[in-house]
């Protein structure tokens, strides 16, 4: 099961563009990267999922290299209501996730 | 349903007392999933479920966690005998038939598991 990496927190301030990055060194070649984020006292929501390239849906974009070996979480003009844990994951054709401790992300005023 | 749905958004309990959690997914979903998250963690798996079979437990920490799903909807993360470290909130997820590559889990609001 591949492991992800990606920091533990991170600041930004209302309108900014955030990009989030998260490492999978030993994704396979079935791998999805997906991404979640989770508000306090409420359970994960799913953001956006994507095997290569970019991708791009009415809240994020997600950037993939060709190595697949590292992803980009990108969230444009972000708000108060931003403010959440973000989660890169890996999922496989079976179905245990490994969560890490996520990205804490405090978007300011 | 709209939603999964999780009961009861907290629980108390006293050491030692035995505990039902229960999960009702999104309509129609084969797989179901359960987590535990503590605070301040990501989720952790527990168990899955494709339909009403059991396909893998290993991730419940001990044999006092036990997880049905008997019509292959409604399932119920059962914990004897409390403890302390089981204070967490458990979360369920469901996802859409096949379960498979690009499938997105839809969770419920967890339940908050206090052992006194």
């Known amino acids: 099961l591949a492991k992800t990496t990606q920091p533990i927190s991170m600041d930004s301030y209302e309108g900014q563009e955030v990009n989030i990055t998260c490492s999978h060194n030993n994704i396979a070649t079935n791998d999805y990267i997906t991404w979640y984020q989770q508000f306090p006292s409420q359970g994960p929501r799913f953001i956006i999922q994507g095997y290569k390239t970019k991708v791009t849906n009415e809240v994020a974009s997600l950037f993939i290299p060709a190595d697949r070996k590292s992803s980009t979480l990108s969230l444009p003009r972000v708000s108060l209501s931003d403010t959440a844990v973000y989660y890169c994951?890996?999922?496989?054709?079976?179905?245990?996730?490994?969560w890490g401790a996520g990205t804490k992300l405090i978007i300011k005023p | 349903g709209a939603g999964v749905s999780q009961s009861p958004r907290y629980k108390v309990a006293k050491r030692g007392q035995d505990v039902a959690l229960r999960c009702d997914p999104i309509s129609g979903h084969v797989s179901l999933f359960w987590y535990q998250q503590a605070l301040g963690q990501g989720p952790e798996f527990l168990t899955y479920?494709?339909?009403?079979?059991?396909?893998?437990k290993s991730g419940l920490p001990s044999d006092r966690f036990f997880a049905e799903r008997p019509e292959g909807s409604v399932s119920t993360l059962k914990i004897q005998r409390t403890q302390q470290e089981d204070s967490a909130v458990y979360l369920c997820?469901?996802?859409?038939?096949?379960?498979?590559?690009?499938?997105?889990?839809?969770f419920g609001q967890g339940t908050r598991l206090t052992v006194v």
């Open positions: 997820a469901s996802s859409s038939p096949g379960g498979g590559l690009g499938t997105e889990a839809f």
């Open positions: 479920f494709q339909n009403e079979a059991q396909l893998d």
């Open positions: 994951l890996v999922m496989d054709s079976n179905y245990q996730l490994i």
